[in-house]
T-cell receptor
Framework: SQQGEEDPQALSIQEGENATMNCSYKTSINNLQWYRQNSGRGLVHLILIRSNEREKHSGRLRVTLDTSKKSSSLLITASRAADTASYFCATAPSQGGSEKLVFGKGTKLTVNP | KAGVTQTPRYLIKTRGQQVTLSCSPISGHRSVSWYQQTPGQGLQFLFEYFSETQRNKGNFPGRFSGRQFSNSRSEMNVSTLELGDSALYLC?????????????????FGAGTRLSVL
């Protein structure tokens, strides 16, 4: 079953605008990650935030994590047409030594030129 | 370093047949995970192999199986195919345990194998 739920399911913006996607999850986590998927292709890791971190930046990406609300957000600033893709949050459970990630259903972002 | 390689990229099968998908992880990665992606269910975890042992398994029927070889390459097999097995099957590899506690959680995905069952 899916742990994460992204919101919104789809988002359409103009180039240069900021895009914000949200993710909620259900159980205790070790870390939360965001991935991008271009149409029908494999996923690409974007950023990882640990459970004891509240905010992290990487280039035009800003991720926040609120473990009390079991939620995270991904902000893409100054969006470009090349950012058009689906974005998924994935949680790593706090227990167990495996690499299992639990993915949400994703937000489909369209950036119009 | 070469990325994760999945073969074949596309497959068309008929109901009742079986299929084997292959995944070559990034050199040095010992963990390989498999996921099924469908429009309705999204990305669902199938199983994970580490050093030739299945370390974790998702909630899929026994028709779905996998294995990992000593060179970390992995295969997954689906027997008695059903229409609902049509999906994009994604393989991902992760760094060695010794790369750091969190680095091992980051997964590097292949481009996937798109399976169509007719």
């Amino acid at each position: 079953s899916q742990q994460g739920e992204e919101d919104p399911q789809a988002l359409s913006i103009q180039e240069g605008e900021n895009a914000t996607m949200n993710c909620s999850y259900k159980t205790s986590i070790n870390n939360l990650q965001w991935y991008r998927q271009n149409s029908g292709r494999g996923l690409v890791h974007l950023i990882l935030i640990r459970s004891n971190e509240r905010e992290k930046h990487s280039g035009r990406l800003r991720v926040t994590l609120d473990t009390s609300k079991k939620s995270s957000s991904l902000l893409i600033t100054a969006s470009r047409a090349a950012d058009t893709a689906s974005y998924f949050c994935a949680t790593a459970p706090s227990q167990g030594g495996s690499e299992k990630l639990v993915f949400g259903k994703g937000t489909k972002l369209t950036v119009n030129p | 370093k070469a990325g994760v390689t999945q073969t074949p990229r596309y497959l068309i099968k008929t109901r009742g047949q079986q299929v084997t998908l292959s995944c070559s992880p990034i050199s040095g990665h010992r963990s390989v995970s498999w996921y099924q992606q469908t429009p309705g269910q999204g990305l669902q975890f199938l199983f994970e192999y580490f050093s030739e042992t299945q370390r974790n398994k998702g909630n899929f029927p026994g028709r779905f199986s996998g294995r990992q070889f000593s060179n970390s390459r992995s295969e997954m097999n689906v027997s008695t195919l059903e229409l609902g097995d049509s999906a994009l099957y994604l393989c991902a590899s992760s760094p060695n345990e010794g790369s750091g506690g969190l680095a091992k959680n980051i997964q590097y995905f292949g481009a996937g194998t798109r399976l169509s069952v007719l």
